[in-house]
């Protein structure tokens, strides 16, 4: 029905940057908002920024600053720039949206980890 596909995860050394982009595609008429999420090792996972249909953005105050999540509506995908990187910032990252298809439901992607090395 709805897949949501991460990609531009890897491996980078603590000070560098990587831009994560997460694709939707399927049976979809609207997509609302968009989440990144991440799961450390050894932690729950933990939302990382949001941005509404309208494109306002909110970030968990870690990465305030550093990281910066943007829509292209017309190729239905969400994006996660990241700069500054630090080993704490190390994890799977999941992308979220709220997508209206037959039904109105929360679909998530398979995550792509992300190595920070310091």
Excluded: H
């Amino acid at each position: 029905q709805v897949q949501l596909v991460e990609s531009g995860g890897g491996l980078v050394q603590a000070g560098g940057s990587l831009r994560l982009s997460c694709a939707a595609s399927g049976s979809i008429i609207t997509i609302d908002t968009m989440r990144w999420y991440r799961q450390a090792p050894g932690k729950q996972r933990d939302l990382v920024a949001t941005i509404t249909s309208g494109g306002s953005t909110d970030y968990t105050d870690s990465v305030k600053g550093r990281f910066t999540i943007s829509r292209d509506n017309a190729k239905n995908t969400v994006y996660l720039q990241m700069n500054s990187l630090k080993s704490t910032d190390t994890g799977v990252y999941y992308c979220n949206a709220d997508i209206r298809t037959r039904y109105t439901g929360r679909f998530w992607g398979q995550g792509t980890q992300v190595t920070v090395s310091s």
